[in-house]
């Protein structure tokens, strides 16, 4: 099963968020993901969301820093692993390989602040790491 949602951080203050998936997995997600957004205020603050919890329900994210305003919502992504299904070269019942990337033309536009934030979880089926990279630096690693 594969959910997304968006869920209003709510408070002033607040430096985690509870989010219900809406529906109950068989299984506790493999995969939880999210991004901090506020598309209101003029100022805003950068904030990173962390996971702290997951369950069948739901997770708990704790974000890098307190909201300074009611205009936050996490957009979050979960899935199980019913929707990955192994491939010619994988190892494992549900592994997917890792594919090569295509390059990215030289007219694209990327400043520096702009940022991926990239999941990978070993073939073993270990807890998949996070790791937040500057497109400038991806642009000119996949172009090299």
Do not use: C, H, M, Q
């Given at each position: 099963m594969f959910r997304t949602g968006s869920t209003t951080i709510g408070s002033?203050?607040?430096?985690?968020?509870?989010?219900?998936?809406?529906?109950?997995?068989?299984?506790?997600?493999?995969?939880v993901v999210a991004t901090v957004?506020?598309?209101?205020?003029s100022n805003y603050l950068l904030l990173y969301p962390f996971l702290i919890n997951k369950s069948t329900t739901g997770c708990i994210f704790?974000?890098?820093?307190a909201v300074d305003s009611t205009?936050?919502?996490?957009?979050w992504m979960a899935s199980d692993a019913s929707n990955v299904t192994g491939v010619t070269?994988?190892?494992?019942?549900?592994?997917?390989?890792?594919?090569?990337?295509n390059k990215l033309?030289?007219?694209?536009?990327i400043t520096n602040y702009?940022?991926?934030?990239?999941a990978i979880q070993s073939t073993s089926g270990g807890i998949p790491t996070t790791y937040r990279?500057?497109?400038?630096?991806?642009k000119a690693f996949l172009n090299s």
């Open positions: 002033s203050g607040a430096t985690s968020v509870a989010v219900s998936f809406g529906a109950t997995f068989s299984t506790v997600p493999v995969s957004s506020n598309t209101t205020d704790e974000l890098s820093g205009n936050y919502t996490v957009n070269g994988a190892t494992g019942s549900n592994a997917v390989p890792a594919k090569a990337f033309p030289a007219v694209s536009s702009d940022w991926a934030f990239i990279l500057s497109l400038n630096n991806l």
